[in-house]
């Protein structure tokens, strides 16, 4: 729909104290017919959540992680160069912290569904190809959640120099992949030490 793309582009560019008038003018509609269709700012940022970031998810990243036929790392490339292909644009990155600093409902709910679907899943596999006990018997700490947030925050910080900063980025995949380099010659001591039982840990 023309309007949700116009929305995106739009709210990418001046964040969301843009005015739906405005909006409208550069669409060459009427404030009224935006309306007719969106009754409310909110519901046009909904449409613009749904598209921009539920819209580009992959359904297939979440198997690709839990493929243990594959050694850890081959899944983690696999999985963030995919990722990185999209959040690695100017509407993506733009929108996701215009939206944490207007305090606009976007960055809580997909943050909720990479906790759910990425972060937890990627902690389980370390605890499994590193031969761990499994969150079953020891749950996840906090720790082991947060290491892999650093490694969440790297790749997103790609976006970021490049469509914040408006650094040049020649190679994004190459700078993934010493990110993920950094995160698994740690990890591994994280993880042991945070899946001790809770009385052997110092």
């Not at 909904?46 to 998810?57: N, S, T």
């Not at 207007?102 to 370390?126: A, M």
Request: aromatic share 14%; with cysteine.
């Amino acid at each position: 729909m023309l309007i949700i793309e116009g929305a995106v582009s739009y709210f990418a560019e001046v964040g969301f104290e843009g005015q739906t008038r405005e909006l409208a003018s550069r669409l060459g509609i009427t404030n009224a017919l935006l309306f007719h269709y969106f009754p409310t700012k909110e519901d046009l940022v909904e449409r613009v959540y749904q598209q921009v970031y539920l819209g580009r998810w992959r359904t297939e990243w979440e198997d690709w992680l839990k493929d243990c036929s594959q050694p850890l790392e081959a899944r983690l490339r696999k999985f963030y160069k995919s990722y990185l292909s999209v959040i690695f644009t100017y509407d993506w990155v733009r929108i996701f912290f215009f939206a944490g600093l207007r305090g606009v409902n976007i960055n809580d709910r997909y943050l909720n569904v990479l906790g759910t679907r990425i972060v937890g899943p990627i902690c389980d596999e370390v605890r499994h190809s590193f031969g761990l006990p499994s969150s079953a018997d020891v749950p996840i700490t906090e720790i082991e959640k947060a290491a892999v947030w650093g490694l969440q925050g790297q790749i997103l910080y790609i976006s970021v120099r490049r469509f914040i900063y408006n650094q040049v980025i020649d190679d994004p995949e190459s700078i993934a992949d010493a990110a993920i380099d950094v995160f698994l010659s740690g990890i591994s001591r994280v993880a042991s030490t945070a899946s001790q039982p809770a009385a052997n840990r110092d």
